[in-house]
């Protein structure tokens, strides 16, 4: 039997742990991208009825961390990524505005090099009453070596602003901060290539896994919310049926795009 280029992880599996724990059994410069959205540290409420969202489709148990800890957890876990990437790895790390500082100070501290900060700009936000809504997030966009690594320009002019709708499951379960598929398509195309490994350490609703599965990447994830991980997983199982019976069936499927069509058209 093949040995896994992850220790004790199998390639295109997903495991329920926290990612402080397991991300130290990942072999050094084993990964080639890690896209993710941990925690923020905002006293989270996952069943607020954000959004229009109906509370109870949405899933509980949102693990969030204090702010007075959230520094040193963004360092502890920096820090392993940057172990486990490979030379050429690269990673990008969601944050909102409020704990920005630590994520920056975190990256540096690791030993990353940042490559571009970019804004996702997303339809609209929270109602507030005293303060402006905030209607975009922070992408952190950093390298190992800031001379080697994975870039693949899709567009003649690609901007660090990105428009890009949030994805609504009307009716249906779902995980408090899910990120929309063709944001993490996005990413896959300039910063990875078919058969690179990208991990998500903090899997939240899978859409990492299912978006590398759909692109020809193996994906490795982590989830701490068991109820989160049970989604994801069967998010992830779902899709694999329905690829299976798609096959098994002979239906015909959409023409194979490359990356650079699905970057230019719709993704």
Same mark, same amino acid.
Request: charge should be neutral; hydrophobic fraction near 35%.
């Given at each position: 039997?093949?040995?896994?280029?992850?220790?004790?992880?199998?390639?295109?599996?997903?495991?329920?742990?926290?990612?402080?724990?397991?991300?130290?059994?990942?072999?050094?410069?084993?990964?080639?991208?890690?896209?993710?959205?941990?925690?923020?540290?905002?006293?989270?409420?996952?069943?607020?009825?954000?959004?229009?969202?109906?509370?109870?489709?949405?899933?509980?148990?949102?693990?969030?961390?204090?702010?007075?800890?959230?520094?040193?957890?963004?360092?502890?876990?920096?820090?392993?990524?940057?172990?486990?990437?490979?030379?050429?790895?690269?990673?990008?790390?969601?944050?909102?505005?409020?704990?920005?500082?630590?994520?920056?100070?975190?990256?540096?501290?690791?030993?990353?090099?940042?490559?571009?900060?970019?804004?996702?700009?997303?339809?609209?936000?929270?109602?507030?009453? $005293?303060?402006?809504?905030?209607?975009?997030?922070? =992408? #952190? !966009?950093?390298?190992?070596? %800031?001379? +080697?690594?994975?870039?693949?320009?899709?567009?003649?002019?690609?901007?660090?602003?990105?428009?890009?709708?949030?994805?609504?499951?009307?009716?249906?379960?779902?995980?408090?901060? $899910?990120?929309?598929?063709?944001?993490?398509?996005? =990413? #896959? !195309?300039?910063?990875?290539? %078919?058969? +690179?490994?990208?991990?998500?350490?903090?899997?939240?609703?899978?859409?990492?896994?299912?978006?590398?599965?759909?692109?020809?990447?193996?994906?490795?994830?982590?989830?701490?919310?068991?109820?989160?991980?049970?989604?994801?997983?069967?998010?992830?199982?779902?899709?694999?049926?329905?690829?299976?019976?798609?096959?098994?069936?002979?239906?015909?499927?959409?023409?194979?795009?490359?990356?650079?069509?699905?970057?230019?058209?719709?993704?």
């Amino acid at each position: 039997m093949e040995k896994s280029p992850l220790g004790p992880f199998e390639l295109d599996t997903l495991y329920h742990g926290d990612a402080l724990d397991l991300l130290p059994l990942i072999p050094g410069g084993s990964i080639d991208l890690i896209v993710t959205d941990p925690p923020f540290a905002i006293d989270f409420r996952a069943q607020r009825l954000n959004y229009n969202r109906t509370g109870a489709n949405v899933l509980e148990g949102y693990a969030e961390i204090a702010p007075d800890e959230y520094g040193s957890f963004t360092s502890r876990w920096l820090r392993e990524a940057f172990r486990v990437l490979s030379d050429s790895g690269s990673i990008y790390l969601f944050s909102g505005w409020n704990r920005l500082r630590d994520v920056l100070c975190g990256i540096d501290s690791a030993g990353f090099h940042t490559i571009n900060h970019l804004i996702w700009k997303y339809q609209f936000g929270v109602f507030t009453r $005293k303060k402006y809504v905030t209607s975009h997030y922070h =992408i #952190l !966009f950093a390298v190992k070596d %800031p001379h +080697d690594y994975t870039f693949n320009k899709m567009e003649h002019y690609p901007e660090d602003v990105w428009v890009i709708n949030r994805e609504y499951w009307k009716g249906k379960k779902k995980t408090p901060t $899910k990120l929309p598929g063709e944001i993490v398509r996005k =990413i #896959l !195309f300039y910063s990875s290539n %078919p058969g +690179d490994i990208v991990l998500d350490p903090f899997l939240g609703s899978g859409t990492v896994a299912a978006v590398c599965r759909e692109n020809g990447r193996h994906y490795l994830g982590f989830e701490l919310v068991e109820d989160y991980y049970r989604f994801a997983s069967e998010r992830i199982s779902n899709d694999k049926s329905l690829a299976m019976r798609k096959k098994c069936q002979g239906m015909p499927g959409k023409k194979k795009r490359t990356d650079h069509e699905n970057a230019e058209g719709e993704i």
